[in-house]
């Protein structure tokens, strides 16, 4: 029985690694499942798992001959790690389907999700280097489909984007503080003074200071 104890588990400790085969009447479609999903999937940890049962089946048919009850109890545990494992898998490739299809379905433009994650990071890191390739992954896309995502979604691309939002936050702080430019151009991602100042009078066609005198005068 020794023989048969470590099959069950080598078992346990490999299925709970890919999808597995469930028991019974349902173990042929369960298979099929997994062999259409594999590309969704790591091949060669199918056929592990497949290398790994087929060795279990083959113990068992041995042990039966010495060891009923032993040999039942020892099925019974590998057939519970086996569903357990079976529905686990199930709902990671539904989920993973439902990513696909939710990318697919905003006409080449960036998904709820997608939208909310680069957002968000991007409001949390507005004084920071951004980079495309750092929204990308975090979008789970390559360069090129999410500047391409972006674009469709927002109408700008990310570059100009990422302007226009240190540009309002700029203009924000500028109505809410009395913060000299240069550390307003430090707090939103500009080099300096001069570049917020040059980018500033592009966005509005007024200088910052101007666009600030204008604005306090108006309050007061």
């Known amino acids: 029985m020794d023989d048969l104890r470590v099959a069950c588990a080598r078992a346990d400790a490999s299925v709970r690694m890919i999808a597995p085969i469930q028991d019974g009447g349902t173990q042929r479609g369960a298979l099929l499942q997994v062999v259409r999903r594999t590309d969704l999937h790591d091949r060669l940890l199918t056929n592990k798992l497949l290398t790994v049962v087929s060795e279990l089946i083959e113990t068992m048919a041995d042990a039966l001959s010495k060891d009923r009850e032993s040999a039942r109890e020892c099925v019974r545990h590998a ?33 709820p999700w997608q939208v909310r994650s680069v957002t968000t990071y991007i409001e949390a890191n507005l004084n920071t280097s951004l980079s495309c390739e750092t929204l990308a992954r975090l979008a789970r896309l390559s360069v090129s489909h999410f500047a391409r995502a972006f674009k469709r979604t927002f109408g700008y691309s990310p570059h100009a984007f990422l302007m226009r939002r240190r540009m309002e936050r700029a203009q924000g702080l500028m109505l809410k503080c009395t913060a000299p430019l240069a550390h307003i151009a430090l707090e939103c991602g500009f080099a300096d003074q001069a570049h917020l100042s040059r980018l500033f009078r592009q966005f509005t066609g007024e200088s910052p200071a101007s666009w600030r005198r204008a604005r306090a005068i108006g309050a007061g």
Do not use: H, K, P
Not at 86 to 105: C, D, L, P
């Open 79 to 111: 057939s519970e790690v086996l569903l357990s494992c079976a529905r686990g898998a199930e709902e990671s490739v539904e989920a993973g389907f439902e990513e696909v299809n939710e990318q697919r379905t905003y006409g080449g433009g960036l998904a």
